[in-house]
């Protein structure tokens, strides 16, 4: 059986609906010439007839208030953007001006920078991001620092070998 109110399942031969209260037969309904007392809770949207006077008409039950929306994540957004560290762009940079300009200095900063930035973005993931650009700029930084020390190296090899030829001495 169920509830003409509310559509709640009832078991059979039950008067009143146990999810709204209603009554689920004629005979369980109280009669029109009843007054029932204040604090009696009828469903919201029922309505009760009480008598002649007009403090006893017909009392109707306003529906409840709607439930407030719940609390929304508190996490970031879908989608959302996060703030690219200065410290990654900066290693980028860097490593960029290492290869080209500044050999030695650029190619050791990108690689101080680098380390810092990814260390920064893995401690602060949801306020920075960058981490690609930071490995771009450690990678980059290692390069110059090896073509930093190759050059030195073939450097010192040729000033070796023509201070060799120019002194005259022969194998």
Do not use: H, K
């Amino acid at each position: 059986m169920f509830c003409p109110m509310c559509g709640a399942p009832n078991d059979e031969g039950t008067a009143f609906c146990g999810n709204c209260g209603a009554a689920l037969t004629d005979d369980a309904a109280p009669p029109a010439d009843v007054v029932l007392p204040a604090d009696v809770a009828l469903p919201a949207g029922e309505t009760l007839l009480q008598g002649d006077t007009p403090e006893e008409t017909a009392l109707t039950i306003p529906p409840p208030p709607p439930l407030p929306e719940p609390p929304g994540p508190s996490v970031r957004a879908v989608g959302a953007a996060v703030p690219t560290s200065g410290m990654a762009v900066g290693s980028l940079i860097l490593g960029i001006a290492g290869l080209t300009v500044v050999p030695a200095i650029g190619s050791v900063l990108a690689l101080i920078l680098g380390y810092m930035a990814r260390r920064d973005i893995r401690q602060r993931p949801d306020e920075a991001s960058g981490g690609g650009l930071a490995t771009a700029g450690i990678v980059m930084g290692w390069i110059g620092v090896v073509l930093t020390v190759l050059a030195v190296c073939g450097i010192i090899a040729v000033f070796g070998f023509c201070a060799i030829a120019s002194s005259g001495s022969s194998y």
